[in-house]
């Protein structure tokens, strides 16, 4: 098995900047790409981010591309998301995912494994 646990939520103002982690521990062997995803209340999970295992390939919803930017460091088993430019839109808890294979996707049903989430709160 394979755990993640994402950490760095929190509440911060429009324009403001959040960085999140999601650090992987287990089988960590069973992971290639990584994604991250959130769930506004009231709506489905959505993709976000992904990036594959080397961090070469990345790939961003439109919502976020030029705000948010996917980094990975396979020494510490860590995947990041920094947000920058932060809308009241991007309020949602969010999850880290980790699936295998050598491609990346933006389907919820790719990946294999899945945080808990961490709750990002942007106010107006």
């Known amino acids: 098995q394979v755990q993640l646990v994402e950490s760095g939520g929190g509440l911060v103002q429009a324009g403001g900047s959040l960085r999140l982690s999601c650090a992987a521990s287990?089988?960590?062997?069973?992971?290639?790409?990584m994604g991250w995803f959130r769930q506004a209340a009231g709506k489905e999970r959505e993709f976000v981010a992904a990036?594959?295992?080397?961090?070469?390939?990345?790939y961003y919803a439109d919502s976020v591309k030029g705000r948010f930017t996917i980094s990975r460091d396979n020494a510490k088993n860590t995947v990041y998301l920094q947000m920058n430019s932060l809308k009241p839109e991007d309020t949602a808890v969010y999850y880290c995912?980790?699936?295998?294979?050598?491609?990346?996707?933006?389907?919820?049903?790719?990946?294999?494994?899945w945080g808990q989430g961490t709750q990002v709160t942007v106010s107006s």
């Open positions: 990036i594959s295992w080397s961090g070469r390939t990345t």
């Open positions: 995912a980790g699936g295998k294979g050598d491609s990346i996707s933006d389907s919820l049903s790719w990946y294999d494994y």
């Open positions: 287990g089988r960590t062997f069973s992971v290639d790409a």
